[in-house]
């Protein structure tokens, strides 16, 4: 890797010197000090552990496993580790920005009220949620990377013989239940042994509710929990439901007849939001009252929750429940009669699940946010996207988390910032799919008050963080993927996404014609509520001519971030982790 050729033209072309990774000057320095004689020993790398990297119980055998680990290097010393070998460490991959050896690590024996739950939105959907596959594969995807909570609307098949699961009033292509139940009992604890939750929005006759009865009770046997005969008082716990399958559903009613699908497709198109045109997805909404230029497009105006969860309304259906069916639900779903001080009153004797639209809660949030947060002490809320995301874009999740609601449903199928801010959120907690919540979202005060996600708060505390350099693009693209006449010139960007007062995004400057850039720029962020805050990272790559090029990204949640200096690992639009491309970046608290 000393020299890259670029042709510009059939008679010219440019050649262009490759560096080699080095360490930052700081990186130099912290050696120098770390080390005696050019040599860091074990001892020396054990103090480094603990003064530098804030590893507090980091031991001496520890620090000799790193230094064992290296001995196959070629520039390995054996004395110890030498500059070259010290860098490689922290720029390894065994020096990640969290401590995944933690696993599940947050009390997992308080109610299922009390966490952030891994949530997806018609799960069975391949692509946009008008006109695309239903299938099983996206939910064995969603339950490979951890998601807890899989949502299917279930319906009639043509002949009213079986059950279906597809996006109704729709032209999405069906899937049969039962290859969606034995497809979650196949995968539902490959990521994670914690409960798995299935949300069925239901618009079957009592006889095919009985059917379901048979096709889940069947299929999952004694995995599936039962709530028993009386009303749940409290939630049980993530830990007492391990390796257990939970049904969530409206007390069911009558099914209701589809409207013509040309109906649907007008409505829908009516407010239908227009795709995304940044590489990367739109910029997230900054929750603070104003919309973003850019985020014109995503408004609701006159939107009347198209896509309301049919039985979860206010419609009179007077058909009985089977009650082998009704005894499955162990999280009852739906809305009371009455307004919205009603659906967030809270019963001392029961628990149940609510739902509400991302718009109906920034709605209720303004005049109950308080409101909101004490209910979901005791009891689920459920947000979903609005109506006009027919293209399955997602919607800033910070709101719902910030009012303390458990259940943030996402497309799982897209892609964009939205999406790679719940992914942050759920490496918290070894990517277990429950991240337990902050306390001041669980316990009230002395008079009754709680948390009020619009009161202005002090700093807590500040995060620094100072992006030395990355690395890895040049083996995982191709030379001319960014620029076919020249290597790329990348940027980062480094900002907070949490309550509004925390939010923001900085950036370095952009550095030319380098697949090994060394930015060297530290940014600093105050934080109000760093319980509720992640980090994000994205790099990109400036093109004068066009939109800039997408170069990577992550998000980490900052209360489980490891001080000192880490290698973060990048991932692609997705959340799919590259195969070398990692920043090298220093974080602190102070």
């Not at 902050?438 to 009020?452: A, I, M, Q, Y």
């Not at 807590?460 to 006449?485: P, R």
């Not at 997705?574 to 070398?580: D, H």
Request: aromatic content about 8%; proline content about 6%; some cysteine.
């Amino acid at each position: 890797m000393s020299k890259q050729t670029y042709r510009v033209c059939l008679c010219f072309s440019r050649r262009f010197k490759l560096a080699v990774a080095e360490a930052p000057e700081e990186i130099k320095a912290l050696f120098n000090q770390y080390s005696e004689n050019g040599i860091m020993t074990d001892n020396h790398l054990h103090r480094f552990l603990i003064e530098v990297q804030k590893q507090e119980k980091a031991t001496l055998e520890e620090a000799q496993a790193i230094v064992e680990s290296l001995k196959h290097l070629a520039i390995f010393h054996r004395k110890g580790l030498n500059l070259e070998a010290f860098f490689k460490y922290l720029f390894g991959d065994n020096n990640p920005p969290l401590d995944l050896k933690l696993g599940a690590h947050h009390d997992m024996t308080a109610p299922l009220s009390h966490y952030f739950i891994h949530t997806g939105h018609n799960s069975y959907l391949t692509g946009n949620q008008l006109s695309s596959d239903c299938s099983d594969v996206p939910i064995i995807n969603a339950l490979k990377k951890g998601v807890r909570v899989i949502e299917l609307d279930i319906w009639p098949n043509s002949d009213k013989d079986d059950v279906e699961v597809l996006h109704g009033r729709t032209l999405t292509t069906p899937v049969q239940l039962i290859k969606c139940l034995r497809s979650i009992k196949e995968h539902a604890f490959t990521a994670s042994e914690f409960p798995v939750v299935i949300t069925l929005e239901d618009h079957l006759t009592p006889d095919l509710q009985s059917k379901v009865s048979q096709m889940v009770t069947q299929t999952f046997g004694d995995t599936l929990f039962f709530p028993g005969s009386e009303c749940l008082k409290e939630f049980p716990s993530p830990e007492s439901l391990k390796k257990r399958i939970i049904i969530s559903t409206k007390p069911p009613k009558e099914y209701l007849e589809a409207k013509e699908i040309k109906d649907k497709e007008s409505d829908s198109q009516k407010g239908n939001a227009a795709p995304d045109e940044e590489a990367w997805g739109k910029e997230i909404h900054n929750l603070k009252g104003q919309i973003p230029v850019d985020d014109k497009n995503e408004l609701d105006e006159g939107d009347n929750d198209a896509e309301e969860d049919p039985g979860e309304g206010d419609q009179k259906l007077p058909q009985e429940t089977a009650p082998e069916y009704k005894r499955l639900i162990a999280i009852p779903a739906g809305k009371p009669k009455g307004g919205l001080e009603e659906c967030l009153k809270v019963d001392p004797d029961n628990v149940r699940r609510l739902s509400l639209s991302e718009q109906q809660l920034e709605d209720a949030a303004e005049t109950h946010g308080k409101e909101i947060v004490r209910f979901t002490q005791r009891n689920i809320l459920r947000v979903y996207p609005k109506g006009i995301r027919v293209n399955s874009s997602n919607y800033n999740p910070l709101i719902g988390w910030m009012h303390g609601a458990q259940m943030v449903a996402f497309n799982m199928q897209g892609y964009g910032r939205s999406l790679w801010m719940m992914q942050g959120m759920f490496r918290a907690n070894g990517g277990c799919g429950f991240v337990k919540k902050p306390d001041f979202l669980l316990k009230s005060g002395p008079h009754g008050e709680v948390f009020d996600p619009k009161a202005k708060l002090p700093v807590q505390k500040t995060l620094k963080v100072k992006v030395y350099m990355g690395e890895g693009w040049y083996y995982d693209f191709h030379h001319t993927h960014f620029d076919a006449y020249s290597p790329p010139d990348f940027y980062v960007r480094v900002g907070i996404a949490g309550v509004p007062a925390d939010s923001g995004m900085k950036k370095t400057k952009t550095l030319e014609d380098n697949w090994i850039p060394v930015w060297d720029e530290e940014f600093e962020f105050p934080l109000t509520v760093p319980e509720l805050a992640l980090l994000r990272i994205e790099v990109h790559e400036y093109d004068m001519s066009e939109k800039d090029d997408f170069g990577g990204q992550t998000c980490l949640p900052v209360r489980e971030l490891r001080e000192g200096i880490r290698a973060v690992p990048l991932h692609d639009r997705k959340g799919n982790k590259y195969n070398s491309v990692k920043l090298l970046v220093r974080v602190e608290f102070v």
